[in-house]
């Protein structure tokens, strides 16, 4: 093999970085600059009259240039303004100018003919009655031309309506009382004075009057309660002949609108007749079940009242009380009224015997503890659970409602500090002992710690719960789980370390990734971020002592470094490995921890042979050698800062690495080795320089150890020289291979960046022929 002379060139990279600086180009103050000052000069306007415009300016100034922005703005934009300050008269007659061009621009635009509505609307509406407004507006509900607007309208049209109903019943009711009496709320008609039933009785004929059939029944239904006011069976015969009337409306979409109208209207009346009817308690469900939460909500304690009045046998009351308790979770009962409400459901559903029956109405009622109470109920509730649902194992047919129950808490507490207190939270959790529904459970616990937890924190109370949550999760790993799985539990569980934090007590930081180490050893990604955390730690440590580090801290440094170096070799990825041993070399060398940094180094050369020819990345085997590239140049540029050991030699881990790289398997026709080769050389110029690119601080790299030896730079020359040689030996083969040659540059013109050697793929054969 020949061997070629190799000098490396000088390099002055201070030089070379100023001349790469952009140059600073000198700015006189004459010449233009955003910020200048802006000098105002007052112009005098003068009109330009335009064919087929009403007005226009022109400036005149000492320029004979035309500024179209004054003649556009009429002297009144806000510079001119600002210039016309010193003279009243001046700002006067602009603001007067600009008046006049705008009411100009208006009657071009309506015409001199055009009225405002503020004129005509006062005699606009005398023309009508309230009942044909009415109509006109009931009217509206009739047209579905534009489908998609149609539930718009009927909300506006129908808020209106009832704005009139309320507005009818009040003045009625008005007239019922005197100094003397007032009328009670649950009045009957004999209450009511022969005046109030005579303006009931106007309005109700007003209204038969209307022909049409649409606006006649939403008028109607609007003061419907006014009924009351006539007889007490009033609404009740009302009502058929309402619904009858629905039945002669054509379109489907109108018809349903109406039948929804109408029920909300019979709301209150509903509630009055359940009262009355007493005991209907499949009636009260549906009630419970159909009508708007808020209405129920703001009702609570008579739903509950009218509960307790049920006749057992003919439905089970826990059903009834479970469907308030819905109602109740969407909306807020007055707040006087919370507790009272909560005392009367749960004496009911404690006493239940049969446990589904007990699940599935206090799985209801969490809900509303949580949202309304503090922990101490949440806990007496949980407790009351616990209780019903231990006998007999009970607990094992019931996973879904004890699921629920388990988010709605979760749901509502996000202060896992408080959450963790719960005396009967963690009890509560051991009723899950079907494992897959217990890791679900635990899943669920550390997506919402995640979700939530904004601080790092301490707490030994939330350490200690999530530590058994995770390590729950973890020990449901084995040979059948999927990687899907696999891969969300790690997610979770680092979530999890990554919001621990012991601030400056970097000892118990340490100590605590030591037990998660040994607690979470099956989940590769959680040994990875682990060994993450501790090269954090030791570098955190570095910043807190300047990189001056004291006996105790370097000896703390050490044990960080320690804790990676036998960590990494439980891992399965060979570029896993690889990485975090280049990772930790590097955090060891900042740490001027030599010795270890040299053993991680050691230990990343002697795995480089084990990476194999392909490599599985998302479920597909792919060739490894881009990334074992990739790697190796990022090796590079460490070692030129890595000072060399004294017992071992001039650049012994460059010359171990060489050898690796030589002996490396390689495919055929491939490049990668001679990039690697090249970028050897490119490491090899740079140490062979006087002073390197880069340093760690508190660290003597080869530079100031050799300071330009001679015998150092002979020694990087033969190496030099050496790789060389392996790359124009590379050369030849491919020069006395023509095949070889076209194939290997046919492959490389399929590479994203290698576009260009197409063409002249396209043309080596016919110049071979030739």
């Known amino acids: 093999m020949a061997v070629f002379p190799w000098h490396s060139r000088n390099r002055n990279y201070k030089a070379e970085f100023a001349s790469c600086r952009l140059e600073a180009v000198p700015l006189e103050f004459g010449d233009y600059h955003p910020l200048k000052p802006i000098t105002v000069t007052e112009s005098k306007t003068k009109k330009v009259n335009r064919k087929g415009s009403t007005s226009s300016t022109s400036s005149s100034s000492s320029s004979s240039v035309v500024d179209p922005l004054s003649s556009v703005l009429d002297g009144t934009d806000p510079l001119s303004m600002f210039a016309a300050t010193a003279d009243p008269a001046a700002l006067a007659a602009a603001m007067d100018s600009s008046r006049r061009k705008r009411d100009r621009d208006d009657n071009s635009v309506v015409g001199s003919d055009f009225e405002p509505w503020t004129n005509k609307r006062g005699e606009i509406l005398a023309r009508y009655t309230t009942t044909e407004k009415l109509s006109i507006c009931s009217k509206l509900l ?61 309005w109700f004929f007003k209204i038969a009057s209307i022909r049409e059939l649409i606006p006649r029944f939403y008028v109607e239904a609007s003061i419907l309660k006014c009924n009351k006011f006539l007889s007490k069976t009033g609404i009740s015969e009302c009502l058929p002949r309402l619904t009858c009337m629905i039945r002669g409306i054509g379109d489907p979409l109108v018809s349903v609108y109406a039948r929804a109208y109408l029920c909300r209207a019979l709301l209150t009346e509903m509630m009055e007749r359940c009262k009355k009817l007493g005991n209907n308690a499949l009636l009260l469900n549906s009630v419970m079940s ?52 909560l005392n009367e459901a749960w004496k009911v559903i404690t006493k239940l015997k049969n446990p589904q029956d ?74 899950f002992q079907k494992e897959s529904v217990r890791v679900e459970v635990c899943k669920c616990i550390m997506d919402a710690f995640i979700k939530h937890q904004q601080e790092p924190t301490k707490d030994p109370v939330i350490l200690n719960a999530l530590l058994h949550v995770c390590k729950t999760m973890h020990d449901s790993v084995n040979a059948l789980t999927l990687e899907d799985e696999k891969r969300m539990l790690s997610y979770l569980i ?63 440094v050490r044990a960080c470094v320690a804790y990676c170096f036998i960590t990494i070799p439980s891992l399965a990825g060979i570029f896993t490995r690889l990485n975090l041993y280049l990772h930790s070399g590097q955090v060891a060398l900042a740490n001027q921890c030599l010795s270890q940094a040299d053993a991680f180094f050691k230990a990343a050369i002697s795995l480089v042979p084990e ?53 490396y398997t390689w495919e055929d026709n491939s490049d990668e080795k001679i990039r690697i080769y090249t970028c050897v050389l490119h490491l090899l110029s740079a140490m062979s320089q006087e002073t390197y690119l880069y340093h760690i601080d508190k660290v003597d790299s080869n530079d100031s150890l050799y300071g330009g030896d001679s015998k150092f730079l002979a020694e990087n020359n033969k190496l030099c020289e050496t790789v060389m040689a392996q790359i124009l030996e590379h050369l030849k083969t491919l020069a006395k291979d023509e095949v070889k040659t076209l194939e290997y540059i046919k492959k490389q013109s399929k590479q994203p960046d290698m576009t260009h050697l197409t063409e002249l793929a396209l043309r080596l054969p016919l110049q071979t022929r030739t």
Not at 526 to 553: F, P, Y
Request: a negative charge; aromatic letters at 12%; glycine letters at 2%.
């Open 142 to 202: 009739s047209d579905t031309s534009v489908i998609q607007f149609y539930p718009s309208k009927f909300v506006l049209i129908t808020d209106i309506l009832d704005t009139f109903g309320k507005l009818v019943y009040e003045r009625i009711f008005s007239m019922c009382v005197d100094s003397r009496s007032v009328l009670p709320d649950h009045f009957s008609p004999e209450n009511a004075n022969d005046t109030a039933k005579e303006t009931c009785l106007n």
């Open 290 to 341: 159909a009508f708007r939460a808020e209405f129920i909500a703001t009702r609570s304690m008579d739903f509950i009242g009218m509960i307790k009045e049920c006749d057992e046998s003919g439905f089970p009351k826990h059903l009834l009380f479970r469907s308030l308790g819905l109602n109740l979770a969407l909306a807020d009962p007055p707040e006087s009224d919370r507790l009272q409400i």
């Open 358 to 431: 007990y699940i599935n109405c206090a799985e209801v009622w969490v809900e509303y503890t949580c949202k309304h109470f503090t922990k101490r109920e949440v806990n007496t509730v949980l407790a009351d659970v616990i209780k019903h649902m231990t006998p007999d194992r009970a607990f094992e047919d019931s996973y879904p409602q004890l699921q629920l129950i388990i988010k709605k808490v979760i749901a509502h507490f996000h202060d896992f500090s408080v959450l963790f207190s719960v005396e009967k939270f963690l009890p509560f959790l051991d009723m």
């Open 494 to 556: 680092n979530g999890f370390i990554k919001m621990v934090s012991f601030g400056r007590d970097f000892e118990q930081q340490l100590s605590f990734y030591v037990e998660s180490r040994s607690m979470f050893c099956n989940l590769e990604p959680v040994l990875v971020q682990l060994i993450h955390s501790v090269n954090r730690l030791a570098m955190e440590t570095r910043k807190v002592m300047k990189g001056n580090h004291s006996r105790k801290t370097a000896a703390f």
């Open 611 to 663: 990476v194999p020819k392909m490599i599985n990345i998302d479920g597909k085997m792919r060739p490894s050698e881009s990334f074992l590239l990739e790697f190796l140049c990022n090796f590079f540029s460490t070692l030129l800062i890595v000072p060399d050991h004294p017992e071992h030699g001039v650049l012994f881990l460059v010359r171990e690495l060489l050898n690796v790289i030589q002996d």
